[in-house]
């Protein structure tokens, strides 16, 4: 047990908790019979025995001092904070830039920070791939993937 | 029941010339996906599942049957040629496949691995087309109630295999079974757990979900892990000899039964298959000591049983409409996207369908040999890609496919959400697996069971008094109880591993 798996508890305690205040009221229906809420307090009730479970566990000494930190040092840290903030980045973009252009700035920048490639290769992989996927996708295949205020 | 004719215009429809592309591009993609590491057919097929909806139900289904079965092919070119798994089924290939690549036998051992798949791909075919007809007539006896034991039971198998904690197994699969639960009840129309947002009447798509899971969070780790490019050992030449074909026969025909029969079961992936086989064969032999450093049998062993596994998986699809890994379970989305519920009923009323699926699972396995022996030397080119440019392509197949499932941005933000939920997951040691299983049978699981209650007029007891799931039940308690005491004697076996969120 790690003390992630602490935090893992609360959150199981604090899930089955919201989840049974939301569903108790409506565990019967109208005519006596099981409502809609039944199954889900059946649900809160696995996750609060399974968060009793690990807070037992860990109180009966069953911890792990030797366990790897959950978050990364180093530079694998640091691509991954990068990374996964540009995928946040992207989503945010595509919302006015569009698809097109969000994608082709995000495949520039994870070619550049994951394998510092020359900006001529990037640029030509970046394009060619985003031109030919969203020309596939939109041409071909009819999806309406969304556009920004630029049209891509 | 089985009948010749039945196969044979199955064969006819499959050879028709678009479901016969369909069943190449399948294939190849398969192979591609299971060559890349870190890329598994379940986010493959994820990710192609919106895209297919342009295609008829047969071709699309064809398709990501070939990625299913043609990524067990291409798992062991990376296993034996970079010591570097493709798929977790093959991570028991590299032990003795990469010892015999720095012995300069690599070509032997890819070959040995391509046709050993062949042969237990093709002969369990041959039970797929045996087992599953008497088994879904048995199915059609099953009501709600022997339904629900079924269900129980599948997740009770996949929760005791899926990693090495029963309690985050079980958090895993509560979770997956809640996030089914959230949005408009299918029989009231009341909203459960929305909180007032529009977006959360329809729910969670499992689509989306298996996206950030299974690929958003695998490419999370792999960067983090900062996978670059490497270098792959030369290939030689490829054949092995007479004799060594013949010395490995039995450990084919072994691992063909063995993979199978495993494969059959609700919730045993080629993963599990594969280590079994390699630890049974290594029983079986004269030798044992020298798996590990560079027997044949180490190779033709777990391909086998993983490509044999894969056809036994789909018994319980095709008569239960149990899923038997996670990429099973893409598979049963799929066809329930096409409005297709496999399982009994589809045997009534679509059995041409089945049987089409089943004659293009013998041909594309004869395009796996073809691809995968003569084209090795292209495959291994393959792993050569860095993956500064791999991560950011897959990464936008991703979003294409998140998008495409309801053309809603919102799915964007579930994907990526569960893409950080899933790489925390792999931290933290909880296995995908059970909650995106839940999230495809929570629905059904949930229907069933009310539907037994209303059966019973509310009483739970039904569940015990009907003997097929009180017998269900029983073993699902049974497995569970004995997890338990396996993992307390802390002498677990080999099955009981961390199996890798792509299955």
């Known amino acids: 047990m790690r003390r992630e798996d602490l935090v893992m508890?609360?959150?199981?305690?604090?899930?089955?908790?919201?989840?049974?205040?939301?569903?108790?009221?409506?565990?019967?229906?109208?005519?006596?019979?099981l409502g809609s809420g039944a199954y889900p307090c059946y649900i809160a009730l696995?996750?609060?025995?399974?968060?009793?479970?690990?807070?037992?566990?860990?109180?009966?000494?069953?911890?792990?001092?030797?366990?790897?930190?959950?978050?990364?040092?180093?530079?694998?840290?640091?691509?991954?904070?990068?990374?996964?903030?540009?995928?946040?980045?992207?989503?945010?973009?595509?919302?006015?830039?569009?698809?097109?252009?969000a994608s082709l700035l995000f495949m520039i920048y994870l070619m550049r920070l994951l394998g510092n490639h020359r900006w001529w290769v990037t640029l030509a992989l970046s394009f060619l791939f985003v031109g030919l996927v969203s020309y596939t996708f939109r041409e071909w295949l009819y999806m309406d993937l969304p556009r920004g205020f630029l049209g891509y | 029941m089985f009948a010749w004719s039945d196969l044979l215009a199955g064969?006819?429809?499959?050879?028709?010339?678009?479901?016969?592309?369909?069943?190449?591009?399948?294939?190849?993609?398969?192979?591609?996906?299971?060559?890349?590491?870190?890329?598994?057919?379940?986010?493959?097929?994820?990710?192609?599942?919106?895209?297919?909806?342009?295609?008829?139900?047969?071709?699309?289904?064809?398709?990501?049957?070939?990625?299913?079965?043609?990524?067990?092919?291409?798992?062991?070119?990376?296993?034996?040629?970079?010591?570097?798994?493709?798929?977790?089924?093959?991570?028991?290939?590299?032990?003795?496949?990469?010892?015999?690549?720095?012995?300069?036998?690599?070509?032997?051992?890819?070959?040995?691995?391509?046709?050993?798949?062949?042969?237990?791909?093709?002969?369990?075919?041959?039970?797929?087309?045996?087992?599953?007809?008497?088994?879904?007539?048995?199915?059609?006896?099953?009501?709600?109630?022997?339904?629900v034991g079924l269900m129980v039971l599948a997740l009770a198998v996949v929760v005791n295999?899926?990693?090495?904690?029963?309690?985050?197994?079980?958090?895993?699969?509560?979770?997956?079974?809640l996030f089914t639960a959230i949005g408009m009840d299918s029989i009231t129309g009341e909203q459960r757990m929305t909180f007032g947002n529009l977006n959360l009447l329809n729910g969670f798509d499992f689509v989306v979900a298996a996206i950030g899971l299974f690929a958003l969070s695998e490419i999370l780790a792999s960067v983090e892990e900062e996978v670059g490019q490497i270098s792959v050992m030369k290939i030689g030449k490829l054949m092995p000899t007479l004799r060594e074909l013949k010395d490995n026969l039995m450990a084919m025909i072994r691992a063909t039964l063995l993979g199978f029969?495993?494969?059959?079961?609700?919730?045993?992936?080629?993963?599990?298959?594969?280590?079994?086989?390699?630890?049974?064969?290594?029983?079986?032999?004269?030798?044992?000591?020298?798996?590990?450093?560079?027997?044949?049998?180490?190779?033709?062993?777990?391909?086998?049983?993983?490509?044999?596994?894969?056809?036994?998986?789909?018994?319980?699809?095709?008569?239960?409409?149990?899923?038997?890994?996670?990429?099973?379970?893409?598979?049963?989305?799929?066809?329930?996207i096409y409005g297709l519920q496999p399982g009994p009923i589809m045997w009534q009323q679509n059995p041409h369908f089945i049987w089409t699926i089943i004659a293009s699972m013998?041909?594309?396995?004869?395009?796996?040999?073809?691809?995968?022996l003569p084209l090795v030397g292209m495959w291994a080119k393959v792993c050569e890609i860095p993956y500064s440019i791999l991560a950011p392509t897959v990464l936008i197949f991703c979003v294409i496919g998140a998008f495409s499932v309801?053309?809603?941005?919102?799915?964007?933000?579930?994907?990526?959400?569960?893409?950080?939920?899933?790489?925390?997951?792999?931290?933290?040691?909880?296995?995908?697996?059970?909650?995106?299983?839940?999230?495809?049978?929570?629905?059904?699981?949930?229907?069933?069971?009310?539907?037994?209650?209303?059966?019973?007029?509310?009483?739970l007891r039904i569940f015990v008094t009907r003997p097929i799931t009180a017998t269900l039940l029983a073993l699902a308690v049974i497995l569970t109880a004995a997890s338990l005491v396996a993992r307390r004697r802390a002498s677990a076996p080999a099955v009981l591993v961390e199996v890798d969120p792509n299955y």
């Open chain 2, 161 to 177: 295999l899926s990693g090495k904690s029963l309690t985050k197994g079980l958090i895993s699969a509560g979770f997956g079974l």
């Open chain 2, 362 to 372: 013998y041909i594309g396995n004869a395009m796996l040999l073809v691809l995968n």
């Open chain 2, 406 to 459: 309801r053309g809603n941005i919102f799915d964007l933000w579930v994907a990526l959400i569960f893409g950080l939920v899933g790489y925390a997951m792999k931290k933290l040691g909880y296995p995908p697996a059970p909650m995106l299983l839940c999230m495809i049978l929570g629905d059904r699981l949930e229907s069933s069971f009310r539907q037994s209650l209303v059966l019973s007029g509310g009483s």
């Open chain 1, 46 to 101: 696995l996750l609060a025995i399974c968060g009793v479970s690990i807070f037992t566990q860990w109180f009966r000494g069953n911890r792990k001092t030797d366990a790897p930190p959950f978050f990364p040092s180093g530079r694998g840290g640091k691509l991954l904070i990068c990374t996964a903030g540009s995928m946040v980045a992207h989503r945010l973009a595509t919302d006015f830039l569009g698809f097109g252009l």
């Open chain 2, 11 to 147: 064969f006819g429809t499959a050879i028709t010339p678009m479901n016969l592309l369909w069943c190449f591009i399948g294939s190849v993609l398969g192979t591609f996906v299971g060559v890349l590491p870190g890329v598994g057919p379940t986010p493959a097929i994820a990710m192609l599942l919106p895209i297919t909806s342009y295609l008829g139900p047969t071709p699309a289904i064809i398709m990501l049957a070939g990625i299913y079965y043609g990524s067990q092919y291409g798992g062991s070119t990376t296993s034996i040629l970079l010591n570097m798994p493709g798929e977790i089924s093959s991570v028991p290939t590299c032990l003795d496949g990469y010892q015999l690549a720095k012995q300069g036998r690599a070509g032997p051992a890819l070959a040995m691995a391509a046709i050993s798949s062949f042969f237990a791909g093709t002969f369990s075919l041959v039970g797929l087309t045996f087992f599953a007809p008497p088994l879904a007539e048995v199915a059609l006896k099953f009501t709600p109630t022997e339904y």
């Open chain 2, 261 to 336: 029969g495993l494969g059959m079961l609700p919730g045993v992936s080629p993963a599990v298959t594969a280590f079994i086989a390699y630890d049974t064969e290594k029983r079986f032999s004269k030798h044992p000591e020298k798996f590990g450093t560079g027997v044949l049998e180490g190779v033709t062993a777990p391909e086998g049983a993983n490509n044999s596994a894969t056809s036994g998986g789909f018994v319980p699809l095709f008569a239960f409409g149990l899923p038997s890994s996670s990429a099973m379970a893409m598979l049963l989305g799929a066809l329930m």
């Open chain 1, 9 to 33: 508890a609360v959150l199981c305690l604090a899930t089955s908790a919201v989840v049974l205040v939301q569903s108790v009221p409506r565990y019967f229906n109208d005519r006596g019979s």
